[in-house]
């Protein structure tokens, strides 16, 4: 894969939605996409293994194979010799496993919210080489780009960064509209509304940038660095200052028509509710969310909020938010599994471990009691692994290897 070039896309026209076919070169990029992701999933993989993973012949595995490690993506590896069922060494020829190069390429992911902006610098096998934080006036667009383009030249610049770079993805605040390329579009940051992100940003680091808004792109790094890749599909939920979610489905995360799929913390879920930062009243986030809590009980600001004093986790009034915040979260995610039918679920957030959990046993147990109990598969509620604070940002480094490997 050649470098991305250093120029500015065209933003996209709005025109007619028309369904598409796969032509032959397309059906190829699905194949390789299917065998570049059964080697990172499973480092030192056979031949013989891909095939039987994915389904296509050994014969295309075997071409497939070889124009990456022409390419210089994937090497073979010394595998374990294969043992017998009666713990018997297997005879013949070892097994040659495969591998990602780590060095091949790498991508950078961008990520911003209301307080801060994250930067990463990972490589194609998954490595996360450096990584960086700054805080940020999120009210300003200028300047938020301004510190995004310098976030993204520190990592451009770093002395491990391999020599080819596969992308930039960004991972935004949302509502989103990709034929815009705007993003941000909350009535809370009215800058936003008229502001050229994607435009803007990319002409000022010469590259093309790939964005999702931030609860895609967390639940799309959670199946590159976290517990989502033994799944493939599944939805997502991230309780930060907000509620994001996410619906991963065949390791993609669903877009929508502008962008905003998986939008689960503006679930109407209040009637008389308080008026959420995207306009509407009684949105499912007013509760369930960082600002949610701050508001349960009492305070200001999230940064009024001290998670480390003295018998927080113990407090009465505590206890009652998670009781509703699961609750509630339960029902509307067993809604949307019953809507989309998808039965794995990962939760993710800011809050203290201690408390997350909580939040998780409560919402697991309203999941049991309102889902569809004759479904072929019951809904599994479990805790996402990926890192809560980079995951996003992590999301964002794997859009560009969606767009220029697979």
Same mark, same amino acid.
């Given at each position: 894969?050649?470098?991305?070039?250093?120029?500015?896309?065209?933003?996209? $026209?709005?025109?007619?939605?028309?369904?598409?076919?796969?032509?032959?070169?397309?059906?190829?990029?699905?194949?390789?996409?299917?065998? #570049?992701?059964?080697?990172?999933?499973?480092?030192? #993989?056979?031949?013989?293994?891909?095939?039987?993973?994915?389904?296509?012949?050994?014969?295309?595995?075997?071409?497939?194979?070889?124009?990456?490690?022409?390419?210089?993506?994937?090497?073979?590896?010394?595998?374990?010799?294969?043992?017998?069922?009666?713990?018997?060494?297997?005879?013949?020829?070892?097994?040659?496993?495969?591998?990602?190069?780590?060095?091949?390429?790498?991508?950078?992911?961008?990520?911003?919210?209301?307080?801060?902006?994250?930067?990463?610098?990972?490589?194609?096998?998954?490595?996360?080489?450096?990584?960086?934080?700054?805080?940020?006036?999120?009210?300003?667009?200028?300047?938020?780009?301004?510190?995004?383009?310098?976030?993204?030249?520190?990592?451009?610049?770093?002395?491990?960064?391999?020599?080819?770079?596969?992308?930039?993805? $960004?991972?935004?605040?949302?509502?989103?509209?990709?034929?815009?390329?705007?993003?941000?579009?909350?009535?809370?940051?009215?800058?936003?509304?008229?502001?050229?992100?994607?435009?803007?940003?990319?002409?000022?680091?010469?590259?093309?940038?790939?964005?999702?808004?931030?609860?895609?792109?967390?639940? %799309?790094?959670?199946?590159?660095?976290?517990?989502?890749?033994?799944?493939?599909?599944?939805?997502?939920?991230?309780?930060?200052?907000?509620?994001?979610?996410?619906? #991963?489905?065949?390791?993609?995360?669903?877009?929508?028509?502008?962008?905003?799929?998986?939008?689960?913390?503006?679930?109407?879920?209040?009637?008389?509710?308080?008026?959420?930062?995207?306009?509407?009243?009684?949105?499912?986030?007013? &509760?369930?969310?960082?600002?949610?809590?701050?508001?349960?009980?009492?305070?200001?600001? $999230?940064?009024?909020?001290?998670?480390?004093?003295?018998?927080?986790?113990?407090?009465?009034?505590?206890?009652?938010?998670?009781?509703?915040?699961?609750?509630?979260?339960?029902?509307?995610?067993?809604? $949307?599994?019953?809507? &989309?039918?998808?039965?794995?679920?990962? &939760?993710?957030? %800011?809050?203290?471990?201690?408390?997350?959990?909580?939040?998780?046993?409560?919402?697991?147990?309203?999941?049991?009691?309102?889902?569809?109990?004759?479904?072929?598969?019951?809904?599994?509620?479990?805790?996402?692994?990926?890192?809560?604070?980079?995951?996003?940002?992590?999301?964002?480094?794997?859009?560009?290897?969606?767009?220029?490997?697979?």
């Amino acid at each position: 894969m050649n470098e991305t070039k250093r120029h500015v896309p065209a933003l996209s $026209v709005a025109g007619f939605r028309r369904q598409r076919g796969f032509n032959a070169s397309r059906v190829g990029d699905l194949n390789r996409g299917l065998v #570049i992701e059964a080697i990172r999933q499973r480092p030192g #993989i056979g031949r013989t293994h891909i095939s039987a993973e994915t389904g296509l012949t050994p014969s295309a595995i075997t071409q497939i194979v070889a124009a990456l490690m022409d390419e210089g993506l994937v090497e073979e590896v010394a595998a374990a010799d294969a043992v017998k069922p009666e713990g018997q060494q297997r005879l013949g020829q070892p097994i040659r496993g495969l591998r990602i190069i780590p060095g091949y390429a790498a991508t950078i992911g961008l990520h911003f919210d209301h307080e801060f902006a994250r930067a990463v610098l990972v490589d194609v096998a998954g490595n996360i080489i450096a990584r960086e934080k700054e805080q940020l006036q999120v009210e300003e667009p200028d300047q938020s780009t301004r510190l995004l383009a310098a976030l993204f030249s520190r990592l451009d610049e770093h002395p491990q960064r391999p020599g080819r770079l596969l992308g930039v993805g $960004v991972s935004v605040m949302g509502p989103v509209d990709h034929e815009r390329g705007a993003v941000g579009l909350s009535s809370q940051y009215p800058a936003w509304r008229s502001y050229a992100f994607e435009q803007v940003l990319s002409q000022t680091i010469g590259h093309r940038v790939f964005i999702a808004i931030n609860g895609s792109a967390a639940g %799309l790094g959670e199946y590159w660095f976290g517990g989502g890749r033994h799944l493939g599909s599944y939805i997502y939920a991230f309780v930060g200052y907000g509620l994001g979610g996410a619906l #991963i489905f065949n390791r993609r995360a669903v877009r929508g028509s502008y962008g905003n799929a998986g939008e689960i913390g503006h679930i109407h879920a209040y009637p008389d509710g308080e008026v959420c930062y995207c306009g509407a009243r009684g949105c499912l986030e007013t &509760v369930v969310s960082l600002r949610g809590l701050a508001r349960f009980l009492g305070k200001a600001r $999230v940064e009024d909020l001290d998670f480390n004093a003295p018998g927080f986790c113990d407090d009465p009034e505590l206890g009652r938010w998670i009781e509703q915040a699961g609750t509630d979260l339960g029902r509307s995610l067993t809604s $949307v599994s019953n809507i &989309v039918d998808i039965s794995n679920i990962l &939760v993710s957030g %800011l809050l203290p471990e201690p408390v997350l959990d909580r939040l998780i046993e409560r919402t697991r147990r309203t999941v049991a009691v309102c889902q569809i109990t004759a479904r072929p598969k019951q809904i599994t509620l479990e805790k996402a692994q990926a890192p809560s604070e980079l995951v996003a940002a992590l999301g964002a480094a794997a859009m560009p290897l969606y767009g220029n490997l697979f």
